[in-house]
């Protein structure tokens, strides 16, 4: 039997892994089996301390990495260095990570450099292509052939994974933890943070949400979307938008630009409790995230998705619909009376327990 906690460090830096690694944080800190460090690395600052300070986490260690217009090279060589130092000293039995970022990438490569094992929340999602997303795609094969544990969220992961030749006993189907924080949160209202976005939120008729930032539509795709949908706008008058624009430069700035007309609301970045509340609230959304595909099924909204491949392909036909990253493609999704979601089939709330009773099993508790 084992006699002292086991030791878990868990590093995130951005936003979706704050969301996603919250409901195991959870779970872990009320559990005296274990004693949790969490190390920041502040890859997005700005979305990281929102979200942190949402779901009430505070990190032990602030690496405090980010800078501005840095790309992906950048960040992963200042993490490596970084977290290397991190992990020799604090020596953790093993290390926790979600996702698919240069951070997740870069705490799994330093772990595995110091013989640590690692847990990697979120395991199997493909597209097939590196480029699609990028550099995502590359981020998470790389991660899942170093990981010890992995949790796939649904049995197409798994199977993804087990066609890769990764050993079908490390791999746990355990739902994803977007469905918990997003059942989480819809059980604390509050007061809106936000209050042009509230003053939106409240009239009536059909509003839209629009989110917008990977790499692979900066530049000349991001300017055709945006103008498709300004086409959109003008062809449907009795709808509202609201584009939450993210902080990085070259979207926010092409929005900024591009998009002006009084049914447009560019909002800043929402924090999550709001921008679930506008979830809720809307009736079709937009969007090149991976998050919002998993969360809208289960608020039952129909979701259009901004991308040229996606690795949630579990969703689509049911709610969720493939457009691409042409503005004309833009314009004919809008055109077509989506199907709205009758069930999610990225989980059911209860993803984090599992995933907390697959690493007491794995510790031999």
Known sequence: MRRRPVNILAVLGTRPEVIKLAPVLRLVKKDKKFRLR????????????????????????????????????EILSRTLAALQGVLRKEKPDILLIQ??????????LAAFHEGIPIAHVESGLRTGDLKRPYPEEANRIFTDRLSSLLFAPT????????EEGIDPRKIFVTGNTAVDSLLWVLKRPRPWTCRTVASWAKKPGPIAIVTLHRRE?????LKGLLRGLLKTVEKNPHWRWI?????????????QRLLHHPRILLAPPLDYLDFVRLMKRCDLIVTDSGGIQEEAPTLGKPVVVMREKT???????????LAGISGKNLERALSIKLKLPKCNPFGDGRAAQRIVAAIKSWAGL
């Open 243 to 255: 584009f939450p624009v993210h902080p990085t430069p070259q979207v926010s700035k092409t929005a």
């Open 99 to 108: 996702g698919d970022t240069t951070t997740v990438w870069a705490a799994a």
């Open 217 to 221: 539509i900066f530049g000349k795709p």
């Open 311 to 321: 690795e949630r392909p579990e969703a689509l036909d049911r709610g969720n619909y």
């Open 155 to 162: 049995p197409l992961a798994r199977k993804n994974l087990i």
């Open 38 to 73: 969490l190390c920041a690395t502040a890859q997005h600052r700005q979305l990281l301390d929102q979200t942190l300070r949402v779901f009430g986490l505070k990190p032990h260690l602030d690496l405090d990495l980010m800078r501005p217009d840095q790309c992906p090279s």
